[in-house]
């Protein structure tokens, strides 16, 4: 791993100093009477030596990307998931925007929680804390009990024309999807079986897909209603909501892991 950071390191050092070279060799050609009158020219040159920077970063990012693979053992072939990550991660470091991708189907492993706390006028995260992981053991037992637990639940999203199955205990329901924020944020548009219900939350990549946070209300509201649909039509799902009283900010989400082909 050490070598992998002291070529980052040194990649990262050879894509700002030929960006450098270039930006000095402009500042000299004026100094030295070398630089041409025409503006267009000067800006030519410009977009030129730019775009070749612009080259060079890229080509390193993809051969960054291609060590990196190696070295976790994964191929830009093999793992989707990682791939995303590492070009979220190179993407940071060489200054390049990469856009993840959902497309694929995602095993149900849990539910996520998030909330705040205001102590004193001082707000903290309690995210992957004791706290938010004794709320979550409670949430999956409380869901296990009518089904919704790993093994049962499954999502399909295709990126080719946005669309998405939920599955549970074997039942679909489909819809639309919506990314938004930076591919921060999704929008889940549900068809006419949960009579065309619609929530919006934040969206994380993480190690082996991604996670999906709602407000507790609307995650409670979606539970019910595919609950109901499937014959549950009583239960005592809208605890959920309460178990983070005297939290703030608390959200209701899913941890889901990319099935890998």
Same mark, same amino acid.
């Given at each position: 791993?050490?070598?992998?950071?002291?070529?980052?390191?040194?990649?990262l050092?050879?894509?700002?100093a030929?960006? +450098?070279?270039?930006?000095? $060799?402009?500042? =000299? %050609?004026?100094? /030295? *009477?070398?630089?041409?009158? !025409? @503006?267009?020219?000067?800006?030519?040159?410009?977009?030129?030596?730019?775009n070749?920077?612009?080259? +060079?970063?890229?080509?390193? $990012?993809?051969? =960054? %990307?291609?060590? /990196? *693979?190696s070295?976790?053992? !994964? @191929?830009s072939?093999?793992?989707?998931?990682?791939?995303?990550a590492?070009?979220?991660?190179?993407?940071?470091?060489?200054?390049?925007?990469?856009?993840?991708?959902?497309?694929?189907?995602?095993?149900?492993?849990?539910?996520?929680?998030?909330?705040?706390?205001?102590?004193?006028?001082?707000?903290?995260?309690?995210?992957?804390?004791?706290?938010?992981?004794?709320?979550?053991?409670?949430?999956?037992?409380?869901?296990?009990?009518?089904?919704?637990?790993?093994?049962?639940?499954?999502?399909?999203?295709?990126?080719?024309?946005?669309?998405f199955?939920?599955?549970?205990?074997?039942?679909?329901?489909?819809?639309?999807?919506?990314?938004?924020?930076?591919?921060?944020?999704?929008?889940?548009?549900?068809?006419?079986?949960?009579?065309?219900?619609?929530?919006?939350?934040?969206?994380?990549?993480?190690?082996?897909?991604?996670?999906?946070?709602?407000?507790?209300?609307?995650?409670?509201?979606?539970?019910?209603?595919?609950?109901?649909k499937?014959?549950?039509?009583?239960?005592?799902?809208?605890?959920?909501?309460?178990?983070?009283?005297?939290?703030?900010n608390?959200?209701?989400?899913?941890?889901?892991?990319?099935?890998?082909?």
């Amino acid at each position: 791993m050490k070598k992998v950071i002291t070529l980052l390191a040194v990649s990262l050092m050879f894509v700002t100093a030929a960006s +450098a070279q270039s930006n000095l $060799g402009n500042i =000299l %050609g004026g100094l /030295l *009477g070398g630089n041409k009158s !025409n @503006t267009e020219e000067n800006k030519t040159e410009n977009t030129t030596a730019n775009n070749n920077a612009n080259g +060079a970063t890229e080509a390193v $990012g993809q051969a =960054l %990307g291609n060590v /990196l *693979g190696s070295v976790l053992g !994964n @191929t830009s072939t093999g793992n989707t998931t990682v791939d995303n990550a590492l070009g979220s991660v190179l993407g940071g470091l060489l200054g390049t925007v990469v856009t993840p991708t959902l497309d694929g189907t995602y095993n149900y492993n849990g539910v996520a929680v998030s909330m705040t706390m205001n102590d004193g006028g001082v707000v903290s995260s309690l995210a992957g804390t004791a706290v938010t992981a004794s709320v979550e053991t409670k949430i999956d037992e409380l869901l296990a009990k009518y089904g919704i637990k790993p093994g049962a639940m499954t999502v399909t999203f295709n990126d080719a024309d946005k669309t998405f199955t939920w599955t549970i205990g074997g039942f679909p329901f489909n819809g639309t999807y919506q990314l938004g924020l930076e591919n921060k944020a999704i929008t889940l548009n549900f068809g006419r079986s949960l009579k065309f219900f619609t929530m919006t939350g934040s969206l994380d990549l993480t190690l082996d897909g991604v996670k999906m946070l709602f407000t507790s209300d609307k995650t409670t509201e979606f539970i019910k209603k595919a609950l109901a649909k499937l014959g549950e039509k009583k239960t005592d799902v809208g605890q959920i909501a309460k178990l983070a009283s005297g939290y703030d900010n608390y959200k209701i989400g899913f941890k889901l892991a990319k099935q890998q082909n």
